[in-house]
């Protein structure tokens, strides 16, 4: 299971979701999308929460307001985190997870320790929870087809791409060719004025 929410906090809203348990935070690990940010309590146990940004987002696109939603809903699931004041959060794109298959279930490291940043939550800010918690949605997603559809609509965006980038360099290639004939026509018209003259001009001298 698979717990979602919105943040509804700017006028675009973002998802916000994290697995029910470690072995759901596998799946998550596993099966992520290069727009979602990771986020977890610093040293501590708790929930892996997900933030999936919008297309052409990074993480430093993440507006203030939704990076709170983020981490106060990261503190209120970790046991210990929850019961502490001023406890660091966190947080990375999940192209940055690093999973070896040495380390337990639900552990991961950082391919790039420099992505990493990190947040300090003073205290927990009920106002935030309880108009996440509104917005809760479980749900039993199947991630390995969500993550396939995903990937063929990008290999297709990408197939569109270069079929426009293509079709533009025809076009170029076209409008080339135009303009040389055009130049050569052009060319060939002075060279037949520039005789028509000079024969002229003989026929006058004759007589």
């Excluded at 992520?32 to 052409?56: C, M, N, T």
Aim: with cysteine.
């Amino acid at each position: 299971m698979v717990f979602y929410f919105t943040s509804n906090v700017v006028s675009s809203p973002y998802t916000i979701y994290m697995g029910k348990d470690k072995y759901e935070n596998e799946d998550l690990i596993k099966y992520g999308w290069p727009e979602d940010i990771w986020f977890h309590v610093d040293k501590l146990s708790s929930a892996h929460v997900y933030l999936r940004l919008q297309k052409g987002q990074t993480i430093e696109d993440i507006p203030k307001d939704v990076l709170i939603d983020c981490v106060q809903l990261v503190k209120a699931n970790s046991i210990q985190g929850c019961k502490m004041n001023n406890i660091n959060i966190v947080y990375t794109p999940w192209a940055n997870l690093k999973k070896t298959g040495d380390m337990d279930v639900g552990q991961i490291g950082f391919y790039r320790q420099k992505d990493v940043k990190s947040v300090m939550v003073e205290k927990k800010v009920n106002e935030v929870l309880n108009r996440l918690e509104k917005t809760k949605d479980e749900r039993y997603p199947d991630f390995a087809a969500e993550k396939e559809s995903r990937d063929r609509e990008e290999r297709n965006e990408k197939k569109a791409q270069i079929q426009e980038v293509k079709k533009k360099e025809k076009e170029d290639v076209k409008k080339k060719k135009e303009l040389d004939e055009l130049r050569h026509y052009t060319s060939l018209m002075k060279a037949e004025n520039m005789s028509s003259n000079q024969d002229g001009n003989d026929s006058d001298d004759f007589m």
